[in-house]
């Protein structure tokens, strides 16, 4: 079945840097690449996702590259702010159920 | 927020009892999937349901069951509770037509003494 590796495991940026999360995926018929929000005690918050037929999308200060080749995603989050703080998990899809397998998460922290 | 919403917020049961967990999902949403999510880790998908019918499954035993609803409303039933069953238990609503874009509710705590 799909892995999914994800690093760093714990982020600290100061205010107004930028921060990059990497993933890598094992299936190569993957082809659904979301990343996920989910602060203390709340809901998984989808934030952006990419598709395998596309190498980089933007949505405001948040993009997503994908290297389809080397099986690697990344999301990258510019001018970071405080509430930007939480645990960011990548997923890729994979199976008859497209069901999603998570990364083990990145606990970004945003430091005024 | 999305519109998926799941009952109870919080359980606490003993072991070896059973616990049966809802899902509504968000409106215009046929298929719901239900994962594990142990403290500290990603989420673990469980299974899926569309049609009422199971249409997925991770790597969880038997004893872990679901339900759809006409309404497309699901719940997931745990017999024989362990304590290694303690987690946050989430739904994902979505369309079949993009089962993988997936909505998630706010979950249900379960604690197994």
């Known amino acids: 079945g799909e892995n999914v590796e994800q690093h760093p495991s714990t982020l600290s940026v100061q205010e107004g840097d930028s921060a990059v999360i990497k993933c890598t995926y094992s299936?190569?018929?993957?082809?659904?690449f979301p990343w996920y929000k989910q602060e203390l005690g709340k809901r998984p918050q989808l934030i952006i996702d990419i598709r395998s037929n596309v190498g980089e999308k933007k949505d405001q200060r948040i993009a997503v590259t994908l290297n389809k080749t080397a099986k690697h995603f990344s999301l990258h989050i510019t001018e970071t702010q405080p509430e930007d703080s939480a645990v960011y998990f990548c997923a890729a899809t994979s199976g008859s159920a497209r069901q999603l397998t998570f990364g083990s998460g990145t606990q970004l922290t945003v430091l005024p | 927020e999305t519109g998926v919403t799941q009952s109870p917020t919080h359980l606490i049961k003993t072991r070896g009892q059973q616990v049966t967990l809802r899902c509504s999902s968000q409106?215009?949403?046929?298929?719901v999937s239900w994962y594990q999510q142990a403290l500290g880790q990603g989420p673990q998908f469980i299974f899926q349901y569309y049609r009422e019918e199971e249409n997925g499954r991770g790597n969880f035993p038997p004893r872990f069951s679901g339900l759809q609803f006409p309404n497309y409303s699901s719940e997931l039933n745990v017999n024989a509770l362990e304590l290694d069953d303690s987690a946050l238990y989430l739904c994902?609503?979505?369309?079949?037509?993009?089962?993988?874009?997936?909505?998630f509710g706010p979950g249900t705590r379960l604690l197994v003494l």
């Open positions: 409106s215009g949403h046929n298929t």
């Open positions: 994902a609503s979505s369309q079949q037509g993009a089962r993988e874009t997936q909505y």
């Open positions: 299936d190569s018929a993957s082809n659904y």
